[in-house]
């Protein structure tokens, strides 16, 4: 692991942290800590080599502001029984918690200078358009009716080469710093840089699990270097997490800033609904649920309730929800959650970060990303194209998007050459998080795909719970959403696009305990027109030891002949 870096600078600003001590001085040059790797220019203009660890810093060099553990020296036998101990590592007051200790060592607001704002979505590689807004506003759509993107100053961060962000990020991983033991706020300069980190309601989400699927890439499908990013390891089980937090410590400021909002609302097919009601729990804001009656898990249904939501069921389908959802908060202080709000995506980016930062910087062949109202690929590809701008890497992978068939509209519109975008009518599907017709990220995902040279793939039913049944029996616990990636990734490697040894990696986005119905019933074979092919039912077996044995010698004898 690479250790943070290590720079003081003399000077009358002082900003420090138990993470960083930010110095600045427009007056006096600077001085160096005799330990640094990063040596500074006395002259005040920002000067800049990229790909270089002894880079020239601007303005605002970072260094540790708490001194590595001292190596211990085993004590001589002549030392003095009466020697004194080492010094106790520090450790905060017990009546200071972590938001004090935070707020106590901030000395100023953005000190940094990094800065974003809302712009209009553009295709075009040179947009004309001046139209912008700051975050603080709360506005949805552009003047002509299309999509926000958040923008980021990036000449602001391109004053910090690549291998700085590196030791930046890798310095947080792991800490309890507020904000950023977050996987999301660990990145904070690149998500919501202005926001004061006591407005941030967090439960340091993010930091998942990135593991080999070494059995089942092998077995299935001949591969050596298949990997899962399971997103699902979070609070509330879900990737949402990672979009939610950012959303709702906006909302958290505004609401300070008196701004007109006096909840927060979604359209859910279920995991949206349980990172809203979370978070905004946690920030002590109402929260306004809508979902499709009877097209939810129980497991999902269940944690908004729990977290204090106003639930709304309706007699409709996602996509009726989301239409229902934007009309209300045209006409009321309620605050939109959905992926139509791209602050939302600023947090979902982090995990393609993420995935780089666990492989050391070095970027895989595919990632393979469920897609439903498709703005999850997209945050994928801002989050690795973000890294190549900035100097981390030099290249980004090629991105799939893996659809069910029963929703399907982007895999036919990439079928037909991405003509003329048709929305569908969503049929029920067991990865129901993803069973929407007319996905409001259509034009951010095509983009994304079309400049990661990306393939869009589609999953039959019995295709998705198949593939969640075989990950299932080699250790994993999957959803039914991932079934539908790991389904994409058996016909391209079936077809031979994903080579045998091409670095791979799948993004699990729920955890599989909120779709424990579709298992059961999966492995109970009473899902009709299924054949269920990997089910493992209980045996049933009288209560005597004779039987019992007959069973496992039968059972035993299947698995190893020499019995």
Same mark, same amino acid.
């Not at 540790?64 to 211990?72: E, I, V, Y």
């Not at 980021?152 to 710093?177: C, I, P, Q």
């Not at 080999?212 to 050596?224: D, P, T, V, Y």
């Given at each position: ?61 970072? !260094?540790? @502001?708490? +001194? *590595? &553990?001292?190596? =211990?020296? $085993? %004590? !001589?036998? @002549?030392? +003095? *029984? &009466?020697?004194? =101990?080492? $010094? %106790? !590592?520090?450790?905060?007051?017990? &009546? ?32 004309t358009s001046t ?78 699990n990135l593991f ?13 270097d298949l990997w ?336």
């Open positions: 692991m690479r250790g943070p870096p290590m720079v003081a600078v003399a000077g009358a600003a002082t900003f420090n942290s138990p993470i960083l001590s930010l110095s600045l001085s427009p007056m006096s040059p600077p001085s160096l800590l005799h330990s640094s790797p990063f040596p500074l220019h006395p002259n005040p203009t920002p000067t800049l080599t990229l790909h270089s660890p002894r880079s020239t810093l601007p303005f605002l060099p970072i !260094k540790s @502001s708490t +001194s *590595p &553990d001292p190596t =211990p020296t $085993p %004590l !001589k036998a @002549s030392a +003095s *029984p &009466d020697a004194s =101990p080492p $010094p %106790l !590592k520090h450790r905060r007051p017990a &009546d200071v918690n972590i938001r004090d200790e935070a707020r106590r060592h901030s000395s100023a607001h953005n000190l940094q200078g990094f800065s974003a704002k809302y712009v209009p979505f553009n295709t075009s590689p040179a947009p139209e912008s807004y700051s975050l603080d506003e709360i506005v949805y759509r552009s003047r002509s009716g299309g999509l926000l993107d958040v923008q980021h100053d990036m000449d602001a961060l391109k004053r910090y080469d690549g291998e700085y962000w590196k030791n930046l990020f890798d310095s947080r991983v792991g800490k309890t710093t507020w904000p950023y033991g977050s996987g999301v706020w660990s990145k904070k300069e690149w998500v919501l840089p202005e926001i004061d980190g006591d407005d941030i309601i967090s439960a340091f989400e993010g930091n998942s080999w699927a070494e059995r089942f890439g092998k077995q299935f499908l001949g591969m050596n899962v990013k399971h997103c699902g390891i979070s609070h509330t089980g879900s990737f949402k997490d990672l979009g939610m937090t950012v959303l709702v410590s906006q909302v958290n400021r505004l609401r300070k800033m008196n701004r007109p909002v006096v909840g927060v609302g979604c359209a859910s097919t279920g995991d949206t609904s349980a990172a809203l009601s979370a978070y905004c729990a946690s920030a002590g804001i109402p929260s306004i649920v809508f979902l499709p009656a009877n097209r939810i898990s129980i497991a999902q249904l269940v944690q908004p309730i729990a977290n204090g939501a106003f639930v709304l069921s309706i007699d409709t389908d996602f996509d009726g929800c989301m239409q229902l959802i934007r009309e209300v908060t045209s006409e009321l202080p309620i605050y939109l959650a959905n992926s139509l709000n791209s602050l939302r995506l600023e947090g979902q980016k982090t995990a393609a970060i993420e995935i780089l930062q666990q492989f050391d910087w070095e970027v895989p062949d595919w990632v393979i990303v469920p897609g439903g109202n498709l703005g999850n690929i997209y945050a994928f590809y801002k989050g690795f194209h973000m890294c190549r701008e900035l100097g981390l890497v030099d290249r980004i992978p090629r991105l799939v998007c893996a659809q069910a068939a029963n929703a399907n509209p982007l895999y036919l519109h990439y079928k037909s050459g991405w003509k003329d975008f048709k929305a569908v009518k969503a049929n029920t599907t067991f990865a129901s998080a993803i069973q929407i017709g007319d996905p409001v990220s259509i034009d951010r995902a095509v983009f994304a795909l079309k400049n990661s040279n990306g393939i869009v793939e589609e999953a039959t039913e019995e295709e998705l719970m198949d593939a969640m049944a075989q990950a299932d029996s080699t250790g994993m616990f999957i959803c039914p959403h991932t079934g539908v990636a790991l389904t994409a990734l058996f016909k391209l490697r079936n077809s031979g696009v994903i080579g045998p040894t091409d670095r791979t990696v799948v993004v699990s986005t729920a955890h599989g305990l909120k779709f424990t119905q579709s298992k059961t019933d999966y492995h109970s074979k009473e899902i009709s027109d299924m054949a269920c092919r990997y089910a493992n039912p209980p045996v049933q077996v009288n209560a005597d030891f004779g039987s019992v044995m007959d069973v496992l010698k039968k059972y035993l004898l299947s698995k190893d002949s020499k019995i």
